[in-house]
């Protein structure tokens, strides 16, 4: 199979985005969050190295969500009826969301405390 030109796959890519935040909830709040992050990175003024800790982590949450979708889609295809294997996978998954969450709370605490209260 050929790869596709270059500009193919990134319109494949973007896409995929699209998808994501027209069909998924969860993707919507993160977006969300990742939009009020870049208002406050503005509004407070926060370094540049404060800036790409709370940018990775804001993004980080998005990938992660998009994989556990993709994972889910796919254990759905396999295998459409419930199963406890396929559910087990699936609570990975969320689970991977769950921590990469949390660690966005944890550094979102560390870097915004010293703007609001420092």
């Given at each position: 199979?050929?790869?596709?030109p270059?500009?193919?796959?990134?319109?494949?890519s973007?896409?995929?985005?699209?998808?994501?935040?027209?069909?998924?909830?969860?993707?919507?709040?993160?977006?969300?969050a990742?939009?009020?992050?870049?208002?406050l990175?503005?509004?407070?003024k926060l370094?540049?190295l404060?800036?790409v800790?709370?940018?990775?982590?804001?993004?980080g949450v998005l990938?992660?969500e998009?994989?556990?979708t993709?994972i889910?889609?796919i254990?759905?295809?396999i295998?459409?009826?419930?199963?406890?294997?396929?559910?087990?996978?699936?609570?990975?998954?969320?689970?991977?969301v769950?921590?990469?969450?949390?660690?966005?709370v944890?550094?979102?605490?560390?870097?915004y405390?010293?703007y609001?209260?420092?």
């Amino acid at each position: 199979m050929r790869k596709p030109p270059i500009h193919k796959s990134f319109i494949n890519s973007f896409r995929g985005i699209w998808m994501m935040l027209k069909s998924e909830r969860n993707f919507q709040i993160e977006l969300v969050a990742l939009l009020i992050n870049i208002v406050l990175i503005f509004y407070l003024k926060l370094s540049a190295l404060d800036t790409v800790l709370v940018l990775t982590v804001s993004i980080g949450v998005l990938a992660a969500e998009t994989f556990n979708t993709a994972i889910e889609k796919i254990c759905d295809i396999i295998h459409p009826e419930f199963d406890k294997r396929i559910g087990f996978i699936k609570d990975i998954s969320a689970g991977a969301v769950t921590m990469i969450a949390a660690a966005s709370v944890i550094v979102g605490v560390f870097v915004y405390w010293k703007y609001i209260f420092g």
